[in-house]
């Protein structure tokens, strides 16, 4: 396939990621699960971290809550990157990259699906929603003035009951960006396209949790989903060139067809009958010994 050549019809490929897109949000609704049991993964998340001195999220969140210059850009990357670079750099692989699209999509659309499974079996309450003695601000909710979100998230103020608040593991917002990092180190030419695949999902795990939108252990969730979803959205791809031969076992099965296919067509064009070396041309004929003494001389 050519650089030119488009992997598939856009329109189909439109119509699929706005289906798994709804799959999404949808999946993420209807998974809401308890609010006492998503507080209660929430707490148990939170004490393992402290357990293991790694709740970098505490000292990320008052640093937010606190500055209001680093706070709010972060609330303003929490609520819109996440559904802009995304999308931005399907097109992009669509157009400049055809030839890798296909498992890029693939790996995006599974690990997307894997995700929603863990929104159903561990509904989890971000730290924003705690109780404020464990010392979390909610900083949407702070800086909401500045922005178009209210205090349910990053929804719109009036469409907070259009989310699942309590959908924090695993982490999407890292595991998308880590996505999209991925592929722009791989195949952005540009050094600047190389230098956003670190940057991105390295800004977008600091934002998820200094805005208490998640611990660290949904961000490591979300590179673990990422992870899964990239082997098994591999796995058909590798099933099928396992199946086709290699090497000289494939040199000598192609000869092995071509002879067949040889002996088919003289089969058929002598119909059956054997045909004598003087019915054949001059130039068809085998050459006698005479002959061969008469070329020598």
């Not at 971290?49 to 209001?68: K, Q, T, V, Y």
């Not at 705690?130 to 702070?142: C, E, K, N, P, V």
């Not at 002598?270 to 050459?287: I, M, V, Y």
Request: proline letters at 6%; charged letters at 15%.
């Amino acid at each position: 396939m050519t650089n030119r050549q488009k992997p598939t019809r856009w329109w189909a490929e439109l119509l699929l990621l706005g289906l798994v897109y709804g799959a999404y949000s949808g999946g993420r609704l209807l998974a809401r699960g308890d609010v006492h049991l998503a507080v209660d993964h929430g707490l148990a998340i939170l004490r393992a971290e402290e357990l293991l001195h790694i709740d970098f999220e505490r000292p990320l969140n008052r640093l937010f809550s606190h500055h209001g210059p680093l706070g709010i850009p972060a609330d303003f990357v929490y609520a819109s990157l996440h559904y802009l670079v995304t999308p931005a750099v399907l097109v992009w692989l669509y157009l400049r990259r055809p030839q890798h699209y296909r498992a890029a999509r693939s790996w995006l659309v599974v690990s997307t699906l894997l995700g929603l499974v863990g929104f159903a079996l561990m509904p989890t309450c971000p730290p924003r929603l705690l109780d404020a003695a464990h010392g979390f601000t909610d900083t949407m909710a702070q800086y909401s003035p500045y922005g178009w979100w209210g205090a349910e998230a990053s929804a719109p103020r009036g469409l907070g009951g259009l989310t699942n608040q309590y959908a924090a593991m695993p982490s999407l917002h890292v595991g998308w960006a880590l996505w999209c990092g991925i592929l722009l180190w791989r195949h952005g030419r540009h050094p600047l396209l190389r230098a956003l695949g670190i940057a991105y999902p390295a800004l977008t795990t600091l934002v998820v949790m200094g805005t208490a939108n998640h611990y660290f252990l949904d961000a490591v969730a979300g590179a673990a989903v990422m992870g899964l979803g990239y082997a098994l959205a591999r796995r058909p791809s590798a099933g099928a060139a396992a199946a086709r031969p290699t090497g000289p076992a494939a040199g000598t099965a192609a000869s092995a067809a071509e002879s067949a296919g040889f002996r088919r067509k003289t089969t058929i064009v002598s119909g059956g009958w054997d045909t004598s070396a003087r019915e054949l041309l001059p130039a068809q004929r085998p050459a006698s010994d005479d002959d061969s003494a008469a070329a020598a001389r």
